[in-house]
């Protein structure tokens, strides 16, 4: 690796010399299995529709012990790019931001979780997703790795050797489609095609969008920063000339990595969600809800075979409601 200054690492292949248009901030902590799978999805070998001089993967490593190995960027393109932070938060906010401050593409991704695999249209949709508006808000939907969300999973004994031996039977670095195949939708983005999601583990924004936002609000300092990534979407679609985007068939899978969030008991998540709704509420003066959309969203991409039967789940989903909707209304 190249030491382009302290703390950082690039690629050694080739100087660049072409500006990226989009980049890519992904945050890293302790998760020396699952970064390789995440850094190899994003890398121009799996992405498809995009070159690896359109765009940069910068890595901010927030105090991970051992340190990310730069040797880890050894075999990808020369885009990627490692920061590490020694002195870091418990929360990955100020990471985030830091990753924003080096990114130099118009249009900024944020993977505030590195423990997530990437489908291989995210960063072709995602970038021409955030040209159709100027305020464009681009969101794929969460998925985890797995028939259960991963803290119910984990009770029945799903584990990271089962993980493994699932991703290893599908072939995903072939065709990442078919992680659809092996996961479910998380707890932020159920049947999240048709119904307001909280968040997005890939969220496409302008820059002067992130600027205006201020990136992510440091305030949120709890380990694993609370509802710092839930906080920021919100703000983006409270936007007034905000127009959300959602990807029809790209997402990012969750690994198992025992996460304070993710892979955390009911126990612990309800009582962690409560420091957090907690904190959310202090910061921003009133109790946090799950953004309302103002209008449809607009989806862009295409829907691979295998997300079609979730796919057609979400939309039964959504008729079961509007017609419990029409009923309730008949009755009054």
Do not use: C
């Amino acid at each position: 690796m190249l030491e382009t200054r302290r703390g950082e690492f690039q690629s050694p292949n080739v100087q660049r010399r072409i500006k990226p248009d989009l980049s890519i901030v992904v945050v890293a902590y302790n998760i020396p299995r699952e970064l390789p799978r995440t850094l190899y999805s994003l890398s121009s070998r799996y992405q498809r529709h995009i070159n690896s001089d359109d765009y940069e993967v910068i890595i901010v490593d927030n105090g991970s012990v051992p340190p990310v190995d730069p040797g880890r960027l050894r075999d990808l393109a020369d885009n990627f790019r490692l920061i590490h932070i020694d002195e870091a938060s418990p929360s990955p906010a100020a990471a985030v931001n830091r990753g924003l401050a080096e990114a130099q593409g118009e249009i900024i991704a944020v993977m505030i979780d590195g423990a997530r695999i990437a489908t291989p249209g995210l960063l072709h949709f995602g970038r021409h997703a955030a040209r159709l508006y100027k305020r464009a808000v681009v969101a794929s939907l969460g998925w985890h790795l797995g028939y259960d969300y991963q803290s119910h999973a984990m009770e029945a004994g799903y584990d990271q050797a089962a993980e493994d031996a699932l991703l290893e039977s599908i072939g995903w670095r072939e065709d990442g489609y078919r992680l659809f195949e092996i996961a479910t939708m998380d707890e932020s983005s159920a049947d999240g095609w048709f119904a307001p999601i909280s968040e997005s583990n890939a969220l496409f924004l302008r820059r002067d969008t992130w600027d205006q936002l201020g990136g992510m609000d440091e305030q949120f300092d709890l380990p694993g920063g609370g509802l710092v990534n839930l906080d920021t979407f919100y703000r983006a679609v409270d936007l007034p000339d905000a127009e959300l985007v959602l990807m029809l068939g790209e997402g990012t899978f969750h690994q198992v990595h025992g996460g304070v969030a993710t892979n955390a008991s009911a126990e612990l998540m309800a009582s962690n969600w409560t420091k957090w709704a907690d904190q959310y509420e202090r910061i921003r003066g009133r109790p946090y809800a799950v953004p309302l959309r103002r209008h449809l969203p607009t989806y862009i991409g295409t829907l691979p075979r295998a997300a079609l039967l979730r796919f057609v789940r979400a939309a039964s989903a959504l008729g079961v409601e509007t017609d419990i909707a029409q009923t309730r209304r008949n009755v009054r």
